[in-house]
């Protein structure tokens, strides 16, 4: 049985900091390539951030330069460090694994940035 569960999600002031993660299980995780999207209030679900099994990594031009993925193949896990983050990153966060005739999702995290 597949799990990513997602945790780190919380209410955040403009300009604050937070790191999400995804702990997997039921897959080989480092032949993955994993992601983090993202689902607003109205709007379609987005690619966030990437990041391939070999370790290459991909942004949204939304996000470049405030977030960082990263992933620890001895902990099955992958990252999202959010910093300054803005009221438009106000979303429901979700972790996505990927490869050839497999795809899974977790539940998604809330993240919220307001006063």
């Known amino acids: 049985q597949v799990q990513l569960v997602e945790s780190g999600g919380g209410l955040v002031q403009p300009g604050g900091s937070l790191r999400l993660s995804c702990a997997a299980s039921?897959?080989?995780?480092?032949?993955?390539?994993m992601g983090w999207y993202r689902q607003a209030p109205g709007k379609e679900r987005e690619l966030v951030a990437a990041?391939?099994?070999?370790?290459?990594?991909y942004y949204a031009d939304s996000v470049k330069g405030r977030f960082t993925i990263s992933r620890d193949n001895a902990r099955n896990t992958v990252y999202l460090q959010m910093n300054s983050l803005k009221p438009g990153d106000t979303a429901v966060y979700y972790c996505?694994?990927?490869?050839?005739?497999?795809?899974?999702w977790g539940q998604g995290t809330q993240v919220s940035v307001s006063n």
């Open positions: 996505n694994a990927a490869r050839v005739n497999a795809e899974y």
């Open positions: 039921g897959i080989i995780f480092r032949l993955y390539n």
């Open positions: 990041i391939t099994s070999g370790g290459n990594t």
